[in-house]
């Protein structure tokens, strides 16, 4: 797809190197963000350029509000007018454990980078679009990386269900925002995908798969996500703009 873009935040691993692989099947330029230029970063840019595309790397940690700019500035250069923002970082808790001794400095981490950064950078890079003439027709859209606990109590992992409801709220707040705009913006609440964050429970819940935990018996891969994010992306899910897809293979379907 000639002259389509994305920003991915947390793309060098897990769910964002999931998107970014899918995005860069459909021709999309890649810019990889991450806290870090490290290696993983490096072996995602290598494998999106062996995809055939146009993939640089980002580096910034999308919590520090001030370098929102530069960062989307720094994306456009390297692969081009960004036609699409995917929020993707995002982190678990400093420790599970009783609600009750949930600390300050983990409930303020996840809002920070789970909700805060990704409010003001979708809100950056709306306002960049919108200042740039319209003379394509081009698919703009915003994907934002939510979770099954936007909607599911894990009560040992309390800060971070907050910090995910109010990140499936930016998605629809900017989908009635910019819907006049012909931008879509919407949310994917992936379930149990097995990623670096996962694999502390990894066991545990392969053990509860089996017993019946969640309707399609696997735990969910990156991949899964990314071909949801390139319907999203390209258009095919336009009429859809404000919608959470669940993609946690009917982990949430209600059931007695």
């Not at 670096?196 to 696997?218: F, H």
Request: aromatic share 4%.
């Amino acid at each position: 797809m000639t002259g389509y873009a994305a920003l991915i935040t947390g793309g060098s691993r897990g769910i964002g190197r999931g998107i970014a692989t899918a995005l860069a099947a459909e021709g999309f330029s890649i810019a990889v963000n991450a806290l870090v230029h490290d290696e993983e970063v490096e072996e995602t840019i290598a494998s999106l350029r062996n995809q055939g595309v146009k993939a640089i790397a980002a580096i910034g940690d999308v919590s520090d509000l001030s370098i929102h700019g530069s960062l989307l500035e720094q994306a456009e250069i390297g692969v081009g007018p960004l036609s699409t923002l995917v929020n993707n970082a995002g982190v678990s808790v400093l420790r599970r454990g009783d609600l009750l001794d949930v600390a300050p400095e983990s409930y303020d981490r996840c809002q920070a980078i789970n909700t805060r950064g990704a409010f003001f950078l979708t809100q950056a890079w709306a306002k960049r679009v919108l200042a740039q003439p319209r003379d394509d027709d081009r698919h703009r859209s915003i994907i934002t990386i939510s979770s099954s606990n936007a909607v599911a109590v894990s009560i040992s992992r309390g800060e971070y269900c907050v910090s995910k409801a109010a990140t499936s709220m930016i998605a629809k707040l900017f989908a009635v925002r910019l819907g006049a705009e012909g931008i879509g913006s919407y949310e994917i609440q992936p379930g149990l995908i097995e990623t670096s964050m996962t694999a502390v429970v990894k066991n545990l819940y392969e053990q509860r798969i089996r017993e019946g935990l969640i309707v399609a018996p696997r735990m969910g891969q990156p991949s899964d996500i990314g071909s949801i994010a390139a319907a999203m992306a390209t258009g095919k899910l336009a009429y859809c703009t404000g919608q959470a897809v669940h993609a946690d293979g009917g982990l949430l379907i209600p059931r007695f």
